[in-house]
Structures are given as C-alpha cells and as structure tokens.
C-alpha cells in the first residue's frame, strides 16, 4: 500500500510561482502513475496533471496548460508540480495520487487513483 505525503504550498500573490512535492513510500514508486489534483473549496476535485511510470508522457488540464509543468525522480521516490503564473482561481488544496495498477498509458480519470495524500493548501491571491 503508497503512503503519499504532499509539501510545498502556501501562501502566493498571483503572477506567481510554487513548487509542489510529493513523497512516495510503501511500495515500488517507479512502476506506477502519479497524479496531481485539487479541491476548491465548494468545488469538486478535478485533474491538473499526471504522468506516467516512467515520465515519458503527461497530462495536463486545459486550465493549467503552459504554466504548471509535473515531473517526477523516482530515485526519490518524488513526483513534483512546478507551477507558474498562478491565478486566483488555482487556490485549492492539492492532492497527490498514485494508482493500484500499473497502467501503460497515462490515466487520466480520477476513479483510477487509488492512493491519496492528505493534501497541502496553495492560497493564490489577487
């Protein structure tokens, strides 16, 4: 079973740039997918962003495309979510996710994300 723990958000005035992480443990952290999704407060969670196993491809939400850009080191057992040119509209909290399975492709659909970090909070002001 992942354990998955999140860092790196906080505070940012819009125009502005965070680095988001997330560390993997528990299992084989380089044979799965990795996922970054966020939660508006009175929203539903939806995707920003996931690549796959081996970081060879990724997918990004239309509303985060050009300025975020996910990354992972599975020497470190790390996947990343830099983000750039936040707006305020991008506050939310942020999860990571990792799947169960081993997917090919990239999973795209958040049903298929089976381990969940607890979050981490990024707070984008006007």
């Known amino acids: 079973q992942a354990q998955l723990v999140e860092s790196g958000g906080g505070l940012v005035q819009a125009g502005g740039s965070l680095r988001l992480s997330c560390a993997a443990s528990?299992?084989?952290?380089?044979?799965?997918?990795m996922g970054w999704f966020r939660q508006a407060t009175g929203k539903e969670r939806e995707i920003v962003a996931c690549?796959?196993?081996?970081?060879?491809?990724?997918y990004y939400a239309d509303s985060v495309k050009g300025r975020f850009t996910i990354s992972r080191d599975n020497a470190k057992n790390t996947v990343y979510l830099q983000m750039s040119g936040l707006k305020p509209e991008d506050t939310a909290v942020y999860y990571c996710?990792?799947?169960?399975?081993?997917?090919?492709?990239?999973?795209?659909?958040?049903?298929?994300?089976?381990?969940w970090g607890q979050g981490t909070q990024v707070t984008v002001s006007s």
């Open positions: 996710a990792t799947t169960r399975n081993y997917f090919l492709g990239v999973p795209t659909t958040e049903g298929l994300y089976d381990y």
């Open positions: 690549i796959t196993w081996n970081g060879g491809t990724s």
């Open positions: 528990g299992r084989t952290f380089s044979r799965y997918a």
